[in-house]
Protein backbone atom coordinates (compact mmCIF):
# COMPACT_ATOMS: atom_id res chain seq x y z
CA UNK A 1 0.00 0.00 0.00
CA UNK A 2 2.65 2.03 1.32
CA UNK A 3 4.69 1.42 -2.34
CA UNK A 4 1.51 2.75 -4.39
CA UNK A 5 1.25 5.47 -2.87
CA UNK A 6 4.89 6.78 -3.13
CA UNK A 7 4.87 5.28 -7.01
CA UNK A 8 1.62 7.54 -7.05
CA UNK A 9 3.12 10.74 -5.42
CA UNK A 10 5.93 10.28 -8.00
CA UNK A 11 3.56 10.44 -11.14
CA UNK A 12 1.63 13.56 -9.90
CA UNK A 13 4.94 15.18 -9.11
CA UNK A 14 6.46 14.23 -12.02
CA UNK A 15 3.41 15.89 -14.24
CA UNK A 16 3.37 19.20 -12.60
CA UNK A 17 7.56 19.41 -13.50
CA UNK A 18 6.25 18.55 -16.95
CA UNK A 19 3.79 21.18 -16.69
CA UNK A 20 6.07 23.86 -15.85
CA UNK A 21 9.01 22.48 -18.09
CA UNK A 22 6.33 22.42 -21.29
CA UNK A 23 5.02 26.22 -19.60
CA UNK A 24 4.87 27.57 -23.48
CA UNK A 25 3.23 24.48 -25.01
CA UNK A 26 0.94 24.67 -22.28
CA UNK A 27 -0.29 27.98 -22.67
CA UNK A 28 -1.26 26.97 -26.23
CA UNK A 29 -3.08 24.07 -25.17
CA UNK A 30 -4.76 25.54 -22.47
CA UNK A 31 -6.13 28.75 -24.78
CA UNK A 32 -8.39 26.40 -27.11
CA UNK A 33 -9.51 24.68 -24.16
CA UNK A 34 -10.31 27.99 -22.20
CA UNK A 35 -12.22 29.11 -25.60
CA UNK A 36 -14.14 25.34 -25.67
CA UNK A 37 -15.07 25.42 -21.81
CA UNK A 38 -15.98 29.26 -21.97
CA UNK A 39 -18.30 29.00 -24.95
CA UNK A 40 -19.86 25.18 -23.30
CA UNK A 41 -20.82 27.65 -20.47
CA UNK A 42 -22.31 30.79 -22.11
CA UNK A 43 -24.36 28.33 -24.21
CA UNK A 44 -25.95 26.66 -21.38
CA UNK A 45 -26.53 29.72 -19.24
CA UNK A 46 -27.98 31.47 -22.36
CA UNK A 47 -30.03 28.75 -23.23
CA UNK A 48 -31.62 28.41 -19.45
CA UNK A 49 -32.19 31.89 -19.91
CA UNK A 50 -34.32 32.27 -22.94
CA UNK A 51 -35.69 29.41 -21.53
CA UNK A 52 -36.80 31.10 -18.56
CA UNK A 53 -38.18 33.98 -20.64
CA UNK A 54 -40.07 31.33 -22.83
CA UNK A 55 -41.73 30.39 -19.54
CA UNK A 56 -42.25 34.22 -18.30
CA UNK A 57 -44.16 34.87 -21.19
CA UNK A 58 -46.14 31.33 -21.86
CA UNK A 59 -47.49 31.81 -18.27
CA UNK A 60 -48.99 35.56 -19.28
CA UNK A 61 -50.52 33.97 -22.47
CA UNK A 62 -54.59 33.20 -22.46
CA UNK A 63 -57.11 33.17 -24.85
CA UNK A 64 -60.28 35.66 -23.68
CA UNK A 65 -63.91 34.80 -25.07
CA UNK A 66 -66.07 38.18 -25.11
CA UNK A 67 -69.83 36.96 -24.13
CA UNK A 68 -72.56 38.78 -25.86
CA UNK A 69 -74.96 40.26 -22.82
CA UNK A 70 -78.00 37.85 -24.12
CA UNK A 71 -76.04 35.24 -23.13
CA UNK A 72 -77.57 33.68 -20.19
CA UNK A 73 -75.63 32.24 -17.01
CA UNK A 74 -76.81 29.11 -17.84
CA UNK A 75 -75.36 29.27 -20.84
CA UNK A 76 -72.26 30.56 -19.80
CA UNK A 77 -71.63 27.80 -17.01
CA UNK A 78 -72.29 25.03 -19.91
CA UNK A 79 -69.25 26.80 -21.90
CA UNK A 80 -67.15 26.86 -19.16
CA UNK A 81 -67.62 23.32 -18.03
CA UNK A 82 -66.90 22.35 -21.95
CA UNK A 83 -64.33 24.46 -22.00
CA UNK A 84 -62.57 22.59 -18.72
CA UNK A 85 -63.68 19.43 -20.51
CA UNK A 86 -60.71 20.32 -23.27
CA UNK A 87 -56.81 18.44 -23.09
CA UNK A 88 -55.51 21.59 -24.26
CA UNK A 89 -56.39 23.87 -21.43
CA UNK A 90 -55.03 24.01 -17.84
CA UNK A 91 -57.45 26.53 -16.31
CA UNK A 92 -60.69 28.42 -17.02
CA UNK A 93 -61.66 31.35 -15.12
CA UNK A 94 -65.34 33.28 -15.90
CA UNK A 95 -65.80 36.92 -15.52
CA UNK A 96 -69.21 38.65 -15.27
CA UNK A 97 -69.55 42.04 -17.16
CA UNK A 98 -69.30 43.59 -12.94
CA UNK A 99 -66.02 41.20 -12.62
CA UNK A 100 -65.04 42.80 -15.34
CA UNK A 101 -64.97 46.51 -14.84
CA UNK A 102 -63.27 45.66 -11.71
CA UNK A 103 -60.87 44.41 -13.42
CA UNK A 104 -60.22 46.86 -15.74
CA UNK A 105 -60.20 49.70 -13.34
CA UNK A 106 -57.44 48.06 -11.16
CA UNK A 107 -55.96 47.55 -14.90
CA UNK A 108 -55.80 51.58 -15.29
CA UNK A 109 -55.78 52.60 -11.81
CA UNK A 110 -53.62 55.53 -12.69
CA UNK A 111 -55.33 56.62 -16.14
CA UNK A 112 -57.93 58.80 -14.68
CA UNK A 113 -59.01 59.84 -17.79
CA UNK A 114 -59.80 56.41 -18.93
CA UNK A 115 -61.50 55.35 -15.53
CA UNK A 116 -64.10 58.78 -16.03
CA UNK A 117 -64.83 57.79 -19.15
CA UNK A 118 -65.88 54.48 -18.59
CA UNK A 119 -68.12 55.40 -15.70
CA UNK A 120 -69.93 57.90 -17.41
CA UNK A 121 -71.44 55.16 -19.13
CA UNK A 122 -73.22 52.08 -18.83
CA UNK A 123 -70.73 49.21 -18.38
CA UNK A 124 -69.57 48.34 -21.87
CA UNK A 125 -67.24 45.55 -20.89
CA UNK A 126 -68.72 41.98 -21.82
CA UNK A 127 -68.47 38.92 -20.20
CA UNK A 128 -65.50 37.24 -20.20
CA UNK A 129 -64.19 33.85 -20.27
CA UNK A 130 -60.20 33.56 -20.02
CA UNK A 131 -58.54 30.11 -20.62
CA UNK A 132 -55.07 29.04 -19.77
CA UNK A 133 -53.67 26.52 -22.17
CA UNK A 134 -51.28 23.70 -21.17
CA UNK A 135 -49.11 24.87 -24.30
CA UNK A 136 -48.10 27.43 -26.50
CA UNK A 137 -48.97 25.01 -29.14
CA UNK A 138 -52.29 24.55 -27.41
CA UNK A 139 -53.91 27.65 -28.50
CA UNK A 140 -54.71 26.47 -31.73
CA UNK A 141 -56.64 23.83 -30.23
CA UNK A 142 -58.90 26.12 -28.27
CA UNK A 143 -59.15 28.54 -31.56
CA UNK A 144 -60.81 25.42 -33.19
CA UNK A 145 -63.13 24.84 -30.39
CA UNK A 146 -64.09 28.49 -29.76
CA UNK A 147 -64.30 29.27 -33.64
CA UNK A 148 -67.37 26.71 -33.93
CA UNK A 149 -70.66 27.71 -35.05
CA UNK A 150 -72.35 26.88 -31.55
CA UNK A 151 -69.76 28.43 -29.40
CA UNK A 152 -69.33 31.63 -31.90
CA UNK A 153 -72.76 32.79 -31.95
CA UNK A 154 -72.23 33.41 -27.74
CA UNK A 155 -69.84 35.96 -28.47
CA UNK A 156 -69.25 39.60 -29.19
CA UNK A 157 -65.98 40.24 -30.26
CA UNK A 158 -63.31 37.66 -31.60
CA UNK A 159 -61.71 35.74 -29.48
CA UNK A 160 -57.85 37.23 -28.22
CA UNK A 161 -55.25 35.21 -27.49
CA UNK A 162 -52.19 37.58 -27.39
CA UNK A 163 -50.69 37.29 -30.98
CA UNK A 164 -47.88 39.46 -30.15
CA UNK A 165 -46.44 37.59 -27.19
CA UNK A 166 -46.69 34.56 -29.44
CA UNK A 167 -44.40 36.11 -32.00
CA UNK A 168 -42.04 37.12 -29.23
CA UNK A 169 -42.24 33.70 -28.33
CA UNK A 170 -41.61 32.34 -31.69
CA UNK A 171 -38.47 34.98 -31.87
CA UNK A 172 -36.56 33.74 -29.07
CA UNK A 173 -37.71 29.84 -30.01
CA UNK A 174 -35.89 30.48 -33.13
CA UNK A 175 -32.77 32.48 -31.83
CA UNK A 176 -32.56 29.96 -29.34
CA UNK A 177 -32.01 27.11 -32.32
CA UNK A 178 -29.96 29.44 -33.53
CA UNK A 179 -27.83 29.47 -30.90
CA UNK A 180 -27.99 25.65 -29.80
CA UNK A 181 -26.91 24.79 -33.47
CA UNK A 182 -23.98 27.67 -33.73
CA UNK A 183 -22.84 26.70 -30.02
CA UNK A 184 -22.56 22.81 -30.79
CA UNK A 185 -20.84 23.57 -33.48
CA UNK A 186 -18.38 25.87 -32.01
CA UNK A 187 -17.86 23.34 -29.20
CA UNK A 188 -17.47 20.40 -31.74
CA UNK A 189 -14.51 22.87 -33.60
CA UNK A 190 -12.91 23.92 -30.64
CA UNK A 191 -13.18 20.64 -28.92
CA UNK A 192 -11.48 18.95 -31.52
CA UNK A 193 -8.70 21.56 -31.89
CA UNK A 194 -7.63 21.54 -28.36
CA UNK A 195 -7.46 17.10 -28.39
CA UNK A 196 -5.16 18.06 -31.66
CA UNK A 197 -3.18 20.59 -29.33
CA UNK A 198 -2.88 18.40 -26.70
CA UNK A 199 -1.96 15.17 -28.65
CA UNK A 200 0.71 17.20 -30.61
CA UNK A 201 2.01 18.35 -27.00
CA UNK A 202 2.59 15.06 -25.51
CA UNK A 203 3.98 13.77 -28.97
CA UNK A 204 6.46 16.15 -28.82
CA UNK A 205 7.25 15.66 -25.51
CA UNK A 206 7.41 12.24 -25.49
CA UNK A 207 9.76 13.06 -28.68
CA UNK A 208 12.45 15.00 -26.44
CA UNK A 209 12.17 12.45 -23.70
CA UNK A 210 12.30 9.19 -25.95
CA UNK A 211 15.68 8.13 -24.60
CA UNK A 212 14.67 8.45 -21.02
CA UNK A 213 11.25 6.69 -21.23
CA UNK A 214 13.44 4.03 -23.09
CA UNK A 215 15.59 3.64 -20.35
CA UNK A 216 12.31 3.67 -17.62
CA UNK A 217 11.15 0.80 -19.94
CA UNK A 218 14.50 -0.98 -19.86
CA UNK A 219 14.61 -0.98 -16.09
CA UNK A 220 10.93 -1.75 -15.54
CA UNK A 221 9.00 0.58 -15.45
CA UNK A 222 5.34 -0.24 -16.16
CA UNK A 223 3.28 1.43 -19.34
CA UNK A 224 0.79 3.04 -16.56
CA UNK A 225 3.64 4.19 -14.28
CA UNK A 226 5.65 6.22 -17.56
CA UNK A 227 2.20 7.44 -19.07
CA UNK A 228 1.00 8.60 -15.32
CA UNK A 229 2.66 12.05 -15.47
CA UNK A 230 1.50 13.02 -18.87
CA UNK A 231 -1.68 11.86 -17.78
CA UNK A 232 -1.51 14.28 -14.77
CA UNK A 233 0.07 16.94 -17.18
CA UNK A 234 -3.19 17.69 -18.95
CA UNK A 235 -5.47 17.00 -16.22
CA UNK A 236 -3.73 20.59 -14.66
CA UNK A 237 -4.47 22.37 -18.29
CA UNK A 238 -7.84 21.17 -17.52
CA UNK A 239 -7.99 22.57 -14.22
CA UNK A 240 -6.70 25.97 -14.99
CA UNK A 241 -8.43 25.85 -18.29
CA UNK A 242 -12.27 25.50 -16.15
CA UNK A 243 -10.90 27.81 -13.35
CA UNK A 244 -10.19 30.67 -16.01
CA UNK A 245 -13.23 30.00 -18.48
CA UNK A 246 -15.27 30.87 -15.26
CA UNK A 247 -13.61 33.60 -14.32
CA UNK A 248 -14.31 35.00 -18.16
CA UNK A 249 -18.07 34.50 -17.64
CA UNK A 250 -18.23 36.67 -14.24
CA UNK A 251 -16.26 39.55 -15.71
CA UNK A 252 -18.89 39.58 -18.62
CA UNK A 253 -20.95 39.66 -15.93
CA UNK A 254 -19.97 41.81 -14.04
CA UNK A 255 -19.01 44.18 -16.66
CA UNK A 256 -22.88 44.16 -18.46
CA UNK A 257 -24.32 44.98 -14.75
CA UNK A 258 -21.60 47.71 -13.58
CA UNK A 259 -20.44 48.91 -17.25
CA UNK A 260 -23.37 49.29 -19.12
CA UNK A 261 -25.91 49.23 -16.64
CA UNK A 262 -27.64 46.76 -18.26
CA UNK A 263 -30.90 44.57 -17.74
CA UNK A 264 -31.42 42.47 -20.56
CA UNK A 265 -29.28 43.03 -24.47
CA UNK A 266 -32.26 42.44 -27.11
CA UNK A 267 -33.73 38.78 -25.97
CA UNK A 268 -31.03 37.89 -23.80
CA UNK A 269 -32.51 39.02 -19.95
CA UNK A 270 -28.77 39.99 -18.46
CA UNK A 271 -30.74 40.07 -14.78
CA UNK A 272 -31.15 36.35 -15.15
CA UNK A 273 -28.30 35.14 -16.89
CA UNK A 274 -26.47 36.54 -13.90
CA UNK A 275 -28.44 35.37 -11.43
CA UNK A 276 -28.57 32.14 -13.14
CA UNK A 277 -25.07 31.98 -12.98
CA UNK A 278 -24.43 32.89 -9.41
CA UNK A 279 -26.98 30.40 -8.02
CA UNK A 280 -25.23 27.76 -9.35
CA UNK A 281 -21.53 29.10 -9.42
CA UNK A 282 -19.97 26.08 -7.77
CA UNK A 283 -22.27 23.72 -9.52
CA UNK A 284 -21.10 25.11 -13.15
CA UNK A 285 -17.53 25.11 -11.98
CA UNK A 286 -17.85 21.27 -10.99
CA UNK A 287 -19.24 20.86 -14.30
CA UNK A 288 -16.65 22.92 -15.98
CA UNK A 289 -13.64 21.15 -13.76
CA UNK A 290 -15.07 17.66 -15.20
CA UNK A 291 -15.22 18.82 -18.62
CA UNK A 292 -11.71 19.94 -18.26
CA UNK A 293 -10.01 17.14 -16.57
CA UNK A 294 -11.94 14.77 -19.14
CA UNK A 295 -10.67 16.60 -22.47
CA UNK A 296 -7.04 16.91 -20.87
CA UNK A 297 -6.98 13.26 -19.83
CA UNK A 298 -8.46 12.04 -23.03
CA UNK A 299 -6.43 13.45 -24.93
CA UNK A 300 -3.13 12.51 -23.10
CA UNK A 301 -4.26 8.95 -23.03
CA UNK A 302 -4.56 8.85 -27.26
CA UNK A 303 -1.71 9.84 -27.09
CA UNK A 304 -0.02 8.09 -25.13
CA UNK A 305 -1.42 4.70 -26.26
CA UNK A 306 -0.09 5.75 -29.85
CA UNK A 307 3.50 7.00 -28.83
CA UNK A 308 4.33 5.12 -25.71
CA UNK A 309 4.94 1.65 -27.59
CA UNK A 310 8.08 0.83 -26.32
CA UNK A 311 9.78 -2.23 -26.96
CA UNK A 312 13.29 -3.27 -25.53
CA UNK A 313 15.55 -4.02 -27.73
CA UNK A 314 16.25 -7.34 -28.78
CA UNK A 315 19.81 -8.66 -28.04
Known amino acids: MRAKFTTFSRIIRTGMVNFVRNMWLAIAAMA ?3 VTLTIILFSVIVNATFSNTVQQ ?3 KIDVSVYLKDSVTPAQSQSLVGQLKSL ?3 QHVRYLSKEDALKQ ?4 NVGNTQLLQAINET ?16 DIDQIRAFIEKPDTAKLQSDPASDSGDRREAIAKITHATNILRRVGAGAVVVFAVISVL ?3 NTIQMAIFNRRDELQIMRLLGASTSYIRGPFVV ?6 IFSAIISVLIINAVFVTASSSLQATSFGLLDISYSQSFFENRYWELLLIQLALGIFIGAASS ?14 R
Open 104 to 107: YEAQ
Open 87 to 89: PAV
Open 122 to 137: DNPLPATIKIKPRTLN
Open 233 to 238: ETIIYG
Open 301 to 314: IIATRRYLKFKTPK
Open 57 to 59: ITN
Open 197 to 199: IIF
Open 32 to 34: IMI
